[in-house]
């Protein structure tokens, strides 16, 4: 499954299952509901879960799915609020965008790659952002 960077809208397909331990497994099912239930963290966090529907009134199921993340992935991100910062959110993180691009689309500006997931503090690189994630940080280099 993915998010169009364009529409902001998820795919109309039905997702292809893989083995969650298979680099391209991006999205992991946390679990089905009716999308009423909290899907990972509370608001407002950065947890890479979100709510993705498929189908019409009765017929309609709905996945919390959380984002794989791997080290060398790339999505994509905007400006931050203040100057010379980058904002991310949940539904930034279900996007995936080739990390040599030379664009992005829409309203984005930024391809992020996703250089260490960890518990402790993230490697120095240059132009590099990092957040606190599911416990840890994820840490980022604006490529």
């Not at 993340?69 to 905007?78: I, R, S, Y």
């Not at 930024?110 to 993230?122: E, M, Q, S, W, Y």
Request: with cysteine.
């Amino acid at each position: 499954m993915s998010q169009s960077p364009d529409d902001g809208e998820w795919t109309k397909e039905k997702p292809k299952a893989v083995s969650c331990s298979r680099d391209d497994a991006y999205l992991k099912v946390l679990k089905v509901g009716d999308g009423s239930a909290n899907c990972g963290a509370e608001r407002g966090e950065i947890d890479g879960a979100l709510w993705w529907r498929h189908g019409e009134d009765d017929e309609e199921i709905a996945l919390c799915v959380e984002r794989r993340l791997h080290v060398g992935d790339c999505f994509l991100a905007n400006d931050g609020p203040e100057e010379n910062t980058v904002s991310i959110s949940n539904g930034d993180l279900m996007t995936t965008w080739p990390c040599g691009s030379n664009s992005v689309p829409g309203t984005y500006e930024h391809i992020l790659k996703v250089t260490a997931l960890t518990r402790g503090d993230c490697p120095p690189a240059d132009r590099s952002v990092d957040w606190d994630f599911r416990g840890g940080k994820l840490c980022t280099r604006i490529v």
